[in-house]
């Protein structure tokens, strides 16, 4: 069975600063790996996916997150946040059978002026 | 297109009374999951239908929840009867096939036990 560890809850971080919102995963076999966004009194919203080919997976908003198959980790990292990146981060991760979708507790990411 | 339709938005019940959720998933998509979100916690899967059979209810207490999705479209979860600790909100996701596709989530059903 897959696991996620998000140890981060909650990350305070002014505008314009980086972030990196870890992730750590524990599997015996191969695993897909996704980060989700949810924005407040919304879904979730998938940010990006790693399913295969480069370990550095972009989304379309700034965000990037690096599979490491050796560190088992999945961390979400961007350069510059926004006001508006304000919400509720989740990593998941399945086996490559397509099986159940394993949720972290998330990170909420709060980013202030 | 349409996302996932999930309603109603907000419930509250008395425990030991009954209530029924409905998910109306992307139109196309075989996949259908219900997922538990307790506040502080990740989503956990309760169920995942392929079109209407069902693929994994491991983590469903059947002794009170059920789920059906007949005609392999909408879906209606039930709990019956509820518990002070089943306060959570019930998402809604769907996929075309299973999870080497993306999973679009409703805006869940926020349920209040009292």
């Known amino acids: 069975a897959q696991s996620v560890t998000q140890l981060d809850s909650q990350v305070p971080v002014f505008e314009e600063a980086p972030v990196e919102l870890r992730c750590n995963y524990s599997s015996s076999v191969s695993v897909y790996l996704f980060w989700y966004v949810q924005y407040p009194n919304q879904g979730l919203q998938l940010l990006l996916k790693?399913?295969?080919?480069?370990?550095l997976v972009e989304s379309i908003n700034g965000f990037e997150a690096e599979f490491n198959k050796s560190q088992t980790s999945f961390h979400l990292r961007k350069p510059s946040v926004h006001i508006s990146d304000t919400a509720e981060y989740f990593c998941a991760v399945t086996n490559t059978g397509f099986q159940k979708l394993v949720f972290g507790t998330g990170t909420r990411l709060l980013v202030s002026p | 297109e349409a996302g996932v339709a999930q309603s109603p938005r907000y419930k509250i019940i008395e425990k030991r009374q009954s209530v029924a959720f409905w998910c109306n998933p992307i139109s196309g998509h075989a996949t259908l999951y219900w997922y538990q979100q307790i506040l502080g916690q990740g989503p956990k899967l309760l169920i995942q239908?392929?079109?209407?059979?069902?693929?994994?209810d491991s983590q469903l207490p059947k002794d009170r929840f059920s789920a059906e999705r007949l005609k392999g479209v909408d879906s209606t979860l039930k709990i019956q009867p509820a518990k002070l600790e089943d306060s959570a909100v019930y998402l809604c996701a769907s996929s075309l096939e299973a999870m080497n596709t993306e999973a679009f989530f409703g805006q869940g059903t926020r349920l209040t036990v009292v």
């Open positions: 790693y399913l295969s080919g480069s370990t």
């Open positions: 239908f392929q079109n209407n059979g069902v693929v994994d």
